[in-house]
C-alpha cells in the first residue's frame, strides 16, 4: 500500500462492486485507504481478495440497491460498523441486449430505470443524513458516454443513463451548503461482463472497433482508465467541484 494516501481512513461505497468497471473502482479506492464496502446482489468475494492481497480493507453486503429495504438495511450496518459515509460511487448499472425501441418489454424498461436510476436516489438518500451531519461527503454517479452519442437499440439504458445527469444537477444544488460534493463520470465503451451480455461476441467486437476508430486516443478504453478520475473527485483534490459530469472515453464524444 501507498504511505501517501488520499482517502485514508475515509468509508466509501461502491454499489455494482463485484466485477467489471465497479470493481476497478474499489481497487482504486482502497489503495488510497478508503475502507471499502463493496455492494452487489452477485457476490463480490474476487473484488474482497484482490483488496486485500493489495493490503487494502474491504467489506461486502449483498443487496439489490434498487429495493428500499435493502439499501436502509445496508446503510444502517455501515454505520454501525464504521459510524460514517465520507464516499459513495453509484455505479450499479443493468445493461439490456441491444433492442429496437419498439421491441422493448416494459419489464426491461422498467428494471433498467430501477436499477440504474431508482437505486441512485435511494442510495444518496440514504447516505445524505451522515453526510450533512459530518459537513462533509462526495457522491459520484457513473453515467456513460452515449448519452452524448445518442446510441441507438439501447434506449432504455441511453435514457436512464440521461437521467442521471440531471439526478447530479438537481441534487448537487439541493444540497447548497452542505459539504457535500455530487458529481457525475461518464465513461467510453469499456468490454465488461456487463457489455458482453447486450449482443453476440462478434457485435461486441465490432462495436469496439468502430468506437477505436473514431476515438481521438486510438487503443481500447480499459477498467483502469477510469480509476483516477473517480479517486479525484471522492478526494479533497475535487472539493470546489459539484453539480459536474466529466467525460472519459478517449475522445469519441465532446460536450
Same mark, same amino acid.
Given at each position: =500500500?501507498?504511505?501517501?494516501?488520499?482517502?485514508?481512513?475515509?468509508?466509501?461505497?461502491?454499489?455494482?462492486?463485484?466485477?467489471?468497471?465497479?470493481?476497478?473502482?474499489?481497487?482504486?479506492?482502497?489503495?488510497?485507504?478508503?475502507?471499502?464496502?463493496?455492494?452487489?446482489?452477485?457476490?463480490?468475494?474476487?473484488?474482497?481478495?484482490?483488496?486485500?492481497?493489495?493490503? /487494502?480493507?474491504?467489506?461486502?453486503?449483498?443487496?439489490?440497491?434498487?429495493?428500499?429495504?435493502?439499501?436502509?438495511? =445496508?446503510?444502517?450496518?455501515?454505520?454501525?460498523?464504521?459510524?460514517?459515509?465520507?464516499?459513495?460511487?453509484?455505479?450499479?448499472?443493468?445493461?439490456?441486449?441491444?433492442?429496437?425501441?419498439?421491441?422493448?418489454?416494459?419489464?426491461?424498461?422498467?428494471?433498467?430505470?430501477?436499477?440504474?436510476?431508482?437505486?441512485?436516489?435511494?442510495?444518496?438518500?440514504?447516505?445524505?443524513?451522515?453526510?450533512?451531519?459530518?459537513?462533509?461527503?462526495?457522491?459520484?454517479?457513473?453515467?456513460?458516454?452515449?448519452?452524448?452519442?445518442?446510441?441507438?437499440?439501447?434506449?432504455?439504458?441511453?435514457?436512464?443513463?440521461?437521467?442521471?445527469?440531471?439526478?447530479?444537477?438537481?441534487?448537487?444544488?439541493?444540497?447548497?451548503?452542505? /459539504?457535500?460534493?455530487?458529481?457525475?463520470?461518464?465513461?467510453?465503451?469499456?468490454?465488461?461482463?456487463?457489455?458482453?451480455?447486450?449482443?453476440?461476441?462478434?457485435?461486441?467486437?465490432?462495436?469496439?472497433? =468502430?468506437?477505436?476508430?473514431?476515438?481521438?486516443?486510438?487503443?481500447?478504453?480499459?477498467?483502469?482508465?477510469?480509476?483516477?478520475?473517480?479517486?479525484?473527485?471522492?478526494?479533497?483534490?475535487?472539493?470546489?467541484?459539484?453539480?459536474?459530469?466529466?467525460?472519459?472515453?478517449?475522445?469519441?464524444?465532446?460536450?
Amino acid at each position: =500500500m501507498k504511505t501517501d494516501m488520499r482517502l485514508k481512513n475515509q468509508v466509501a461505497i461502491v454499489t455494482g462492486a463485484a466485477r467489471g468497471i465497479g470493481q476497478q473502482y474499489c481497487l482504486a479506492l482502497a489503495g488510497e485507504g478508503a475502507q471499502l464496502i463493496a455492494i452487489d446482489i452477485l457476490s463480490c468475494a474476487d473484488t474482497l481478495a484482490k483488496i486485500h492481497q493489495a493490503g /487494502g480493507q474491504a467489506l461486502e453486503i449483498s443487496a439489490d440497491v434498487a429495493e428500499p429495504q435493502q439499501v436502509e438495511a =445496508m446503510i444502517a450496518q455501515v454505520l454501525q460498523r464504521y459510524h460514517r459515509i465520507d464516499i459513495l460511487i453509484n455505479n450499479a448499472a443493468l445493461i439490456p441486449p441491444l433492442t429496437a425501441f419498439d421491441q422493448v418489454s416494459e419489464a426491461i424498461w422498467d428494471r433498467v430505470m430501477a436499477t440504474n436510476v431508482k437505486s441512485m436516489w435511494l442510495c444518496s438518500k440514504a447516505v445524505i443524513p451522515s453526510m450533512r451531519q459530518q459537513g462533509k461527503g462526495k457522491i459520484i454517479n457513473i453515467s456513460s458516454d452515449t448519452v452524448w452519442a445518442g446510441t441507438p437499440m439501447l434506449l432504455p439504458y441511453v435514457a436512464s443513463k440521461g437521467a442521471i445527469l440531471a439526478f447530479t444537477r438537481a441534487l448537487a444544488r439541493e444540497l447548497a451548503g452542505t /459539504g457535500i460534493n455530487v458529481n457525475c463520470v461518464t465513461p467510453g465503451f469499456t468490454v465488461t461482463e456487463g457489455v458482453q451480455q447486450m449482443a453476440d461476441p462478434e457485435t461486441v467486437g465490432y462495436i469496439q472497433q =468502430m468506437v477505436v476508430e473514431g476515438q481521438i486516443i486510438k487503443r481500447r478504453q480499459q477498467p483502469t482508465d477510469l480509476a483516477g478520475v473517480v479517486v479525484f473527485l471522492a478526494s479533497e483534490d475535487s472539493d470546489f467541484i459539484t453539480g459536474q459530469t466529466i467525460n472519459v472515453d478517449g475522445g469519441f464524444t465532446h460536450h
